[in-house]
């Protein structure tokens, strides 16, 4: 049950129920009916506020046996699912997919920032000189984008990847490279960093889907532009669309190995 869990981390980590409802901004009648199993069905903010101090997430409070959250979806987060399956076609799900992967990794970022801050307050650690290595979490899409003549849009398989550099600000995904024709800045098997816009402006580069093929280009007048002069400009067809703006290389060095 979530009040067995709550006790058990607060227990590892020497809290009381007054500091944990200090730490937490939740009042300490609230967290002592919760900590009871007296009040089995908290709010959502509740249980967000008390997942922040005790570095834990909203998956450790399902039921092992029905694997039900213990508090429930709200209506609006029914209402954009609904849209999301109804209302948007397949490039608007594919944006908001890369927005809410950008969110969740700076949500994530955010808690582990704090968690880290909250650990140094609690064991005044003032003579600790080990040093705190910051995990940046982002999504790397396998779909490679055509430095070429076109990569087939055939699958969307993603996973998500930590970061020990930070990326450049506004990052939504990785996606790797395939083919020359935008060497020498961009090079077969390079990955880029990309932050997830439906408009660009001409002269920068770009991820475009076209043809039913992906594609990094420099956007220009009415086509899309290699840097390697072996490759002409590719005129623009009724079906592209902007897929977002590339920020640069992500080389070896930002992942955690």
């Known amino acids: 049950m979530g009040f067995e869990i709550i006790n058990k981390l607060k227990k590892e980590q020497n809290l009381t129920n007054a500091q944990l409802a200090d730490l937490s901004g939740v009042t300490l009648s609230t967290l002592d009916k919760i900590t009871s199993g007296a009040n089995k069905n908290p709010k959502l903010d509740t249980l967000q506020a008390i997942c922040r101090v005790l570095g834990c997430t909203l998956n450790d409070f399902m039921d092992e046996q029905t694997h039900r959250c213990v508090t429930h979806i709200s209506n609006e987060a029914l209402r954009l699912a609904r849209d999301y399956d109804t209302a948007l076609d397949d490039r608007g799900r594919r944006t908001i997919r890369n927005v809410m992967d950008f969110e969740v990794g700076y949500a994530a970022q955010r808690a582990e920032k704090e968690k880290a801050e909250r650990k140094s307050a609690l064991q005044n650690h003032q003579e600790d000189t080990s040093e705190e ?7 790397l899409y396998h779909q ?3 430095a070429g003549n076109g990569e087939s849009s ?13 990326p450049p600000n506004g990052t939504s995904y990785i996606v790797p490279v395939q083919g020359d024709s935008m060497e020498p800045l961009f090079s077969d098997g390079d990955k880029v960093f990309v932050r ?5 402006e001409p002269g ?4 475009f889907f076209m043809d039913g093929q992906m594609w990094i280009k420099e956007l220009g007048d009415g086509v899309l532009l290699s840097h390697n002069p072996k490759y002409p400009p590719r005129p623009m067809t ?13 080389d070896e060095s930002y992942f955690v190995r």
Do not use: F, H, N
């Open 144 to 146: 490679p984008v055509s």
């Open 154 to 166: 055939e699958y969307d398989y993603s996973e998500t990847v930590q970061l020990k550099k930070m």
């Open 238 to 250: 009724d079906d592209i669309r902007c897929q977002g703006l590339v920020l640069g290389v992500c």
């Open 196 to 200: 997830a816009q439906i408009d660009i």
């Open 204 to 207: 920068q580069t770009g991820v």
């Open 133 to 139: 290595i910051a995990i940046y979490i982002t999504t």
